[in-house]
């Protein structure tokens, strides 16, 4: 049974109202603009761009605000290219895993360390420091090799050290 159907029954059960009638309420409300469906985004879906993609290398607003949807956290903001390039390259037949595998988006993040006296706190999980000083020359990806760790792992810990930001190349 598909996401939709399911979340159409939520509604009726929570509002004890039969489902002909909500399937029709959001009909109405999606007819008339007042919301939209989103689909529950999946790697093994395939996305496809439409013309109004031309908008965001036009609108400042839909910029910012596609940065900041797409932002793993606020301290690691990807580039309106290089979103505009992942989006862009969303054509029919290809999964957003293909695209994935293709752009390799987790090769654009090098970390910076700040200050280097606090460098080295971060270790893994045999006490041996992971890296020295993050010195904006080596990605994520291969951070990730070098430590052992998953790339969640790798990005938690940066995360936590006040003293790395990233660089977006």
């Known amino acids: 049974m598909s996401d939709k159907v399911n979340k159409l029954k939520q509604i009726a059960a929570l509002t004890d109202v039969e489902i002909s009638l909500v399937r029709a309420c959001v009909q109405n409300l999606v007819y008339y603009g007042v919301v939209t469906l989103v689909p529950i985004f999946q790697y093994c879906a395939v996305y496809s761009a ?21 932002a793993r956290s606020s301290r690691q903001l990807p580039k309106v290219s290089d979103l505009f390039r992942m989006y862009a390259g969303m054509t029919y037949g290809s999964t957003v895993r293909d695209l994935c595998r293709r752009a390799r988006p987790q090769e654009l993040a090098y970390p910076i360390t700040l200050h280097n006296e606090d460098a080295s706190s971060l270790h893994s999980e045999h006490s041996q420091p992971l890296v020295r000083t993050y010195n904006g020359l080596v990605c994520l990806d291969e951070l990730c090799c070098q430590g052992g760790l998953t790339a969640q792992q790798l990005e938690e810990q940066l995360e936590r050290d006040s003293n790395v930001v990233f660089i977006v190349k």
Do not use: S
Request: charged residues 25%; hydrophobic residues 30%; proline residues 5%.
């Open 50 to 70: 439409t013309p109004k993609l031309r908008q965001l290398t036009r609108c400042a607003g839909l910029q910012r605000q596609c940065v900041e949807f797409c």
